[in-house]
């Protein structure tokens, strides 16, 4: 079967670096997503992996190891506005279709 | 409109109520999806629409019923609900290609739906 985990909660200070980790157990990997999510709002695209690697977004980044099933979201000189909801979600490819399965999220919380 | 719309954004309603959620995708993507959303557990995919045509049915109750007139359109119809379907319904869109192409989901705002 498929499985996500990623850490619940996460709090950390405005101006620093946090890493939000994503593992992962799938049948047919095709990509990882990274979605971010304000309270009350919809989900929004942040990044997209399929090969392993490190991928650069402004001060977003998103890495993936296939290998490993794990992934993970940095974001740097964080501001108070990245407070919300990340979603690791990867792409499987199951009954004869690619489907989008979602981990529960990782509630981030800015402080000043 | 831009992007990917739903109606109502907040729905109260009785158990023996019949109601319906509509989405609207402005993309031209060829793949519309519902999602529910409940606290603290993952987004569930409900129903896939592939090209006008249901694609999946991920064991949904048949209290939910959905609807794909045309590419553009997804509507979920709701009858007699439990109150533990109380919960945040969201519409994606994507376009849909064979390999490898990234495909990002685009989603709507959602509705959130309460059942009395």
């Known amino acids: 079967g498929q499985n996500i985990d990623q850490p619940t909660e996460m709090t950390a200070t405005e101006g620093a670096i946090v890493q939000i980790n994503c593992t992962y157990q799938t049948s047919g990997f095709n990509g990882l997503f990274w979605y971010q999510q304000h309270a009350g709002e919809a989900p929004t695209f942040l990044s997209y992996?399929?090969?392993?690697g490190l991928e650069e977004k402004g001060r977003f980044s998103s890495f993936l190891s296939r290998s490993k099933g794990y992934s993970y979201l940095l974001l740097k000189e964080l501001q108070m506005k990245d407070s919300a909801s990340y979603l690791c979600a990867v792409r499987d490819w199951m009954d004869s279709s690619y489907k989008l399965i979602f981990g529960s999220g990782t509630r981030l919380l800015v402080r000043p | 409109e831009t992007g990917v719309t739903q109606t109502p954004r907040h729905l109260v309603m009785g158990m023996t109520n019949k109601k319906s959620l509509k989405c609207e995708q402005h993309l031209g993507h060829n793949a519309m999806y519902w999602y529910k959303q409940s606290a603290k557990k993952p987004l569930e995919l409900m129903f896939v629409?592939?090209?006008?045509?249901?694609?999946e049915n991920n064991s949904v109750p048949s209290r939910f019923s959905p609807e794909c007139p045309n590419s553009s359109h997804l509507f979920l119809h709701l009858h007699t609900l439990q109150p533990e379907d109380s919960a945040l319904y969201l519409c994606a869109s994507s376009q849909e290609t064979s390999g490898g192409a990234r495909n990002e989901q685009f989603f709507g705002p959602g509705t959130r739906l309460t059942v009395l």
């Open positions: 629409y592939s090209l006008e045509e249901r694609v």
């Open positions: 992996n399929v090969l392993d």
